[in-house]
């Protein structure tokens, strides 16, 4: 039994709707008539033991390239250097999804500088950001809770974050890395359930929806909390969204995910006037924090994952055969589209071991055709003046973990291998941009932005 939780506390929603009308669902992904791009072999006769196959494949294929690793470390390393040209004594880190290896293809990079300034030099590093010609776009928001710089990269079309002193973020990653050692079933069930709300548009506690790090607090919880929790990705994917869709009572309990995890009483902790329905997780480190408290799109998402729900189950209710089993179990309710894959070829051209040892130019160009996602590019932000402001919020997006250890340093190795290697390059990169063809480049780059 839960201490001050009862068996009422999980009424089914259903019992719920009378007294709050659930929004209109968030558009559900169709199955395409294409096979699913990570699909590359026959799964089992068993619907349920293919599921889990086909997780492992879904995962497989979205972890990160080598060449995905390699544009990242040279965005890092352009930022690195401007930083340390104004500051020399500052400290960049990244964190994130990026730090932990959990990022999509499509997924910003978080990074915070760590010195010493009477106030926060957002603006400073803005200028010397523009003066290298680094970002595409950029969006300066000193409202927010955390004050931040957002821009887009103009040679490799990746978003990037930029805070100051804000060091419980790399914190929280190494905590994320320990997490995935101990738990090797949160990794894959995280991917899936973050590309599931990113085709949604509600993987961004910025509009509303479940950040990456309640993401992984909710699949964290779950595990902890299932009474014979099994190896099945398939079942536990299912229970996952039963469990968040159908039976757990937002209204009136918490989750924690501290001492092996359990649910508390809103009623003894938070308890937002006039929003009630919001989804409350206590933030392991800082336990007077709600993780979740700005994702005031929770009811969208819920019923999301009801339908995510409903959209599998009768694939296990109902006996059949091979014929009767769609080409992709997970494509009903998951699809990479046809923009993200052509990114990511691109990439893989303009980053590949052959060009590694040699700047192209033209990458900046290349970029508006690659097809990354319209509304990932949308969400650097549009350049705006001094005095505009921003909401609050962070973007995560997540992808497989590419290395890890219980402190990160496999991951960091990585990272610093690939920083070391391509340093020339980037060097190159950042000072071959002036000039007036360079200009047109990046004129014709802010022009053809959605």
Known sequence: SIPGVTMDDFIPLSAERSERPVPVRAPVVAQPDRPAPWKRRSYSRSRIVALHEEIEDFMEYMKPTPEELRMRAEVVARIKSAVLSLWPKAKVEVFGSCRTGIFLPTSDIDIVVMGSWQSLPLRTLARKLEELRIPKSMNVIETARVPIIKFCDTISNVNVDISFNADNGPTDSLHVLNDIDSIPEI?????????????????????????????????????????????????????????????????????????????????????????????????????????????????????????????????????????????????????????????????????????????????????????????DSDKAGKPVADGDKAGDGKRNDGGKLAGKSGDGSKVESAKDGLESKGSDRRESLVSDRGGDKNAKRRKSSLGTEA
């Not at 969204?241 to 809103?266: A, H, M, Q, T, W």
Request: charged share 20%; proline share 7%.
């Open 187 to 375: 990794l894959p069930l995280v991917l899936v359930i973050k590309h599931f709300l990113a085709q949604r548009l509600l993987n961004e506690v910025f509009t509303g929806g479940l950040g990456s790090y309640a993401i992984f607090l909710t699949v964290l919880s779950f595990l902890q909390l299932h009474p014979q929790r099994g190896t099945n990705l398939g079942v536990l994917l299912m229970e996952y969204f039963e469990l968040y869709g159908k039976n757990f009572n937002y209204s009136r309990v918490g989750i924690s995910v501290r001492d092996g995890g359990r649910y508390f009483p809103k009623s003894s902790k938070w308890m937002v006037d006039g929003r009630p329905h919001l989804l409350c997780i206590e933030n392991p480190r800082s336990i007077e924090d709600d993780v979740s408290k700005n994702s005031y799109n929770i009811l969208q998402v819920r019923q999301c994952f009801e339908h995510a729900f409903h959209s599998l189950a009768p694939l296990f209710a109902l006996r059949g055969g091979p014929r009767d089993t769609p080409p992709s179990m997970l494509q009903l309710i998951v699809d990479v589209d046809s923009e993200v894959v052509a990114y990511r070829e691109w990439i893989r051209t303009n980053w590949g071991p052959a060009l590694a040892a040699s700047p192209s130019p033209s990458r900046s160009d290349e970029a508006g055709k690659a097809g990354k996602p319209t509304a």
